[in-house]
């Protein structure tokens, strides 16, 4: 069963036509990629489930229910977080508050309990604290815990950014490049890291790569896009041996280590 479906998704941007008729589903508890050259469109389709752009045709579901054109905090709300491709971090606050500030999108007090520091509020606090630390041991951050996040190396900014991401416990995780900048051996520890957050959060994973090794190594379905529209999509093998993601995307001799 799929948790998330386009359905001849379009975005247009004056006359330019960024996205156009690009229908995909991703299953629900499942890793999944969505891959293509510079320019194919693969951000927008995320800022389009996201809600940060409106849909011009198409529609976006998610869980069963049309989120096109829902206003991005809501959408969050309803349990789809993402990162980006450019980091974006407190970058003054520590490890631990940039986590406990995104843990705050899970607290149930009131204004009224925050102020008078009622029981629900230091009992909430006291959860959402805990929360922080775990996110940080899950991802290997806790001997970051008091740096800005400012002075971390970059594939650690990255780990930072996707434990904020998950801080609010979503359904659907969408991680834009997020082996951007990160050398061979970071790479591999971010493939198992990806996997273990599917199989300790619940949660179901897609992907924007260039990285076909990591896009190969742990994603179940692939969906590849080419000048805005889906060239087509299928399982790691089926992609590495279609002739026309060869051509227009992956090169020619690719293989799964490539």
């Known amino acids: 069963m799929n948790i998330l479906e386009t359905h001849d998704l379009t975005k247009t941007f004056g006359g330019l036509t960024a996205v156009e008729d690009v229908s995909f589903g991703v299953r629900r508890d499942s ?12 951000t927008t389709v995320f800022n389009l489930i996201t809600g940060i752009y409106k849909v011009t045709a198409g529609q976006v579901v998610f869980d069963g229910k049309p989120i096109h054109n829902v206003d991005p905090h809501k959408i969050a709300q309803a349990g789809i977080t993402r990162t ?4 974006r971090l407190f970058k003054r606050l520590s490890v631990y508050n940039n986590i406990l500030t995104a843990c705050h999108g899970l607290a149930g007090y009131s204004v009224a309990d925050s102020t008078f520091g009622t029981r629900r509020y230091r009992e ?9 630390s775990r996110l940080m041991d899950v991802m290997g951050l806790a001997e970051w815990r008091d740096k800005q996040a400012v002075s971390l190396p970059y594939g650690v900014q990255r780990r930072l950014e996707i434990a ?14 997020p082996a951007a900048g990160m050398n ?3 790479t591999r520890q971010l493939m198992t890291l990806i996997s273990r957050i599917r199989d300790e959060f619940g949660c179901t994973i897609l992907v924007i790569e260039h990285r076909m090794d990591l896009i190969m190594g ?10 805005g529209r889906k060239l087509t999509e299928g399982s790691p093998r089926t992609i590495q041996s279609d002739p026309q993601v060869i051509q227009a995307y992956l090169g020619e001799g690719v293989n799964a280590g490539a």
């Open 184 to 186: 061979p051996d970071e």
């Open 164 to 177: 904020r991401a998950l801080a609010v416990r979503p359904r659907l995780l969408l991680l834009d490049e």
């Open 218 to 227: 742990i994603c179940e379905n692939i969906v590849v896009l080419n000048f």
């Open 124 to 132: 909430q606090e006291e959860q959402l604290k805990r929360e922080a």
């Open 84 to 87: 980006f491709q450019n980091i």
């Open 31 to 42: 890793i999944s990629g969505l891959i293509g050259p510079n320019g194919a469109g693969k």
